[in-house]
């Protein structure tokens, strides 16, 4: 038999809509044919129904399995043995873990399986005896099932939606956090409001920087439309879900279409912002007044979030303005200290820091000798060698670089103050200052210090010519496990063309 059949006196959705699913679970292929003929043209709220056959408990287990839409199940108990329906019972609740489906339990021998007993012992909603069943007790049957599933749904839409929040509140600023927030109110929007699970927020990012470019960009999606995030920008956007967004941002109001909302609003700061709901129907007051106090709330976190963005990109900037300083100071070229960022992101990623991990270090790497603004002239730009009194008030720069940077609680200035410190450590403990060996030397001071010096040594300095990027690697090669972490000069010479690839494109 086939399990997935569908029967065919039912009707077909409406568009926005999908039929409520029902597993019909009996080894008498005339029961499957009666439950057919009574449900023939059966709807609730507006939805048919699409039934599924199971002739036995084993095939029914495999169709529970695969379908987690499976709203009610219409259930015999002998079939392949005497319990069969009550096993599969306890094989749904237990083993799946699916406490959401709505059990009517139809048997034509209540003697085998009481009542009094059965309705305790077992999971169930309801108990029908065959015999006493009839076709309007059926379908009243079914649509309080049908209803008791539809509550327990949005209640279970509404919980996982707001984990989504809880768990987005605690980095709110991050932009993934603000998706994954957006993502989560969209979830429980379009629960409380009966509607299917698409939905998408978009924002035209009305921030200086993007107000030239007019571009629209997707901050969050759910259902189906999860698929957009990815993506981003309206380019990949159905031609009528587009045209109705676009729509709305021109009348500058919030547009309903057949079976879809498209919410409109904007911020003080200028953020438009649309909330495009798929699966609506008509909305009362209430339902309208919530759809805009959520879509005005999301224009808001995203202009936090461009406000964030600003702050944040002022000190890189700051950060990196510093370093270059410091550099020219030493007679040394400001893309010196972009080199470095650019060649300590490429080896955190390789070495499998996470991505905010690799940005921060980026940020931070520019001021790893921010501490030679402490050093004098005529020792920081001594053309030869420096003497044993000269060389111990250079090795000074970690420390006073440290002092300058470390008074700081936010996070780019804490870990260049760590930077600055420790990027002339050595893994076998012969650094300086502080003789860190090893893993107790952080991982950005690890990443620097091979960073610094291989850009150190393939360009000019006052004190001598560049090396040939062969001897380079041969001198890098050899502090293998003496001044550099093994792991770390192991994924440099394999990926040696992207670093040469960053030492060509900023050029002294």
């Not at 599924?52 to 987690?68: K, L």
């Not at 599933?149 to 605690?170: E, P, V």
């Not at 429980?188 to 470019?213: D, F, K, P, Y």
Request: with cysteine.
């Amino acid at each position: 038999m086939n399990g997935l059949k569908q029967q065919a006196a039912n009707t077909q959705s409406p568009a926005g809509t999908a039929p409520w699913q029902i597993l019909v679970v009996d080894d008498d292929a005339e029961v499957h044919a009666v439950t057919s003929l009574v449900l023939r043209n059966f709807q609730f709220e507006n939805r048919p129904i699409q039934l599924i056959d199971a002739y036995s408990a084993a095939e029914a287990e495999t169709i529970i399995q695969d379908n987690e839409d499976i709203c009610l199940i219409l259930l015999d108990v002998v079939m392949e043995h005497e319990n069969a329906g009550l096993d599969f019972i306890k094989f749904v609740r237990q083993k799946t873990g699916n406490r959401k489906v709505r059990i009517i339990l139809r048997t034509g021998h209540p003697g085998q399986a009481p009542e009094q007993n059965v309705i305790v012992d077992y999971d169930i909603n309801d108990y029908k005896d065959k015999t006493e069943l009839t076709a309007q007790k059926l379908r009243t049957a079914i649509i309080a099932a049908l209803r008791s599933w539809r509550d327990i749904t949005i209640i279970d839409a509404n919980r996982k939606g707001l984990q989504k929040i809880i768990d987005a509140l605690g980095s709110i600023f991050k932009l993934q956090s603000l998706k994954k927030l957006a993502s989560g109110v969209l979830t429980q929007l379009a629960a409380l409001l009966g509607m299917s699970r698409n939905s998408l927020c978009v924002s035209s990012g009305m921030t200086i920087t993007r107000v030239a470019e007019k571009k629209l960009q997707i901050m969050a999606a759910s259902g189906e439309y999860e698929r957009f995030i990815d993506c981003g920008s309206e380019a990949c956007l159905p031609d009528d879900i587009r045209e109705s967004i676009k729509e709305a941002f021109q009348v500058k109001q919030t547009i309903k279409k057949p079976a879809a909302l498209v919410a409109y609003s904007t911020s003080e700061r200028g953020t438009e912002n649309v909330i495009y709901l798929s699966g609506v129907q008509d909305l009362n007051e209430w339902e309208t007044k919530l759809v805009d106090i959520f879509s005005l709330n999301a224009a808001i976190a995203f202009d936090n979030n461009y406000l964030n963005d600003e702050l944040e990109e002022t000190q890189r900037e700051i950060i990196e303005t510093l370093g270059e300083v410091a550099e020219k100071r030493s007679r040394e070229t400001g893309h010196h200290v972009r080199r470095v960022a650019e060649y300590c992101q490429l080896l955190g990623r390789l070495y499998g820091l996470s991505e905010d991990e690799v940005t921060l270090l980026g940020s931070a790497a520019p001021t790893h000798d921010i501490g030679k603004l402490g050093i004098p002239d005529n020792i920081l730009n001594k053309p030869g060698p420096l003497t044993p009194e000269e060389w111990l008030v250079m090795r000074e720069h970690p420390v006073t670089g440290h002092a300058m940077l470390g008074k700081s609680e936010r996070s780019i200035l804490k870990a260049s103050a760590q930077i600055a410190r420790t990027h002339h450590e050595h893994w076998n403990g012969g650094g300086y200052p502080d003789g860190l060996a090893e893993e107790s030397i952080p991982v950005f001071g690890r990443i620097v210090a091979l960073a610094d010096v291989f850009d150190a040594l393939s360009h000019d300095r006052v004190y001598k010519k560049a090396w040939p990027i062969d001897d380079v690697t041969d001198y890098i090669r050899r502090q293998r496990g003496e001044q550099f972490e093994p792991r770390l000069v192991d994924l440099f010479l394999e990926h040696l063309a992207e670093f040469t690839g960053i030492k060509s494109r900023f050029p002294d």
